[in-house]
């Protein structure tokens, strides 16, 4: 009985393998954030180590982004990222909702949520270990570039306006 079991699992195990998904790999900057927003060098870098993989159309995959089921965990991780902020298409947002971004973007660095645990287990991708300096600098970038926002813009237009129920 256990041998079929084990026979069975290993059949399930062969067959997911030739499920896949499209890869987040398009590279599309046309819309991304330094078309309109001042990018240092340095914050580039820690945008592309700690930030892209999930949260732009440029994900780096990792060796055991080939093999089911741990494809399908890391492409839902990337499309959850990219629903909530994607740097590639950042400038497609409302002005407003630029803002707001920035300001998350403050408020889960600070908090050290970003980037978030998962990433980083079994010692994956240790660049993306924010160093203080580095949540320091990313968090002063966001904070320019809404300091920006609100030195050229009407202050009405950099508020999230209430959807109507």
């Keep these: 009985m256990k041998k079929k079991i084990l026979l ?33 060098d340095d914050v580039k870098s820690i ?10 159309n440029q994900t780096t995959y990792p060796w055991y982004a080939n093999w089911q089921p741990s494809a399908w965990w890391l492409n839902s991780h990337v499309k959850g990222g990219k629903k909530h902020l994607n740097f590639s298409e950042f400038t497609k ?6 803002n707001h971004k920035f300001e998350e973007t403050i408020e889960m660095v600070k908090e050290k949520k970003m980037p978030i645990g ?14 203080d300096e580095q949540r320091a600098k990313l968090t002063a970038w966001a904070q320019s570039n809404m300091d920006y926002l ?7 237009s950099l508020v999230m306006k209430r959807r109507k129920s």
């Design 8 to 40: 069975g699992l290993l059949a399930v195990l062969v067959i997911i393998q030739f499920i896949k998904h499209a890869k987040n790999d398009s590279g599309d900057e046309t819309y991304g954030v330094a078309t309109k927003y001042t990018v240092p």
């Design 47 to 56: 945008l592309k180590v700690a930030c892209d993989d999930c949260h732009s």
């Design 93 to 98: 947002l409302p002005i407003a909702v630029q």
């Design 118 to 131: 998962s990433y980083t287990w079994f010692g994956l991708h240790p660049e993306a270990k924010l160093t």
């Design 150 to 156: 609100k030195a050229n813009y009407p202050a009405d």
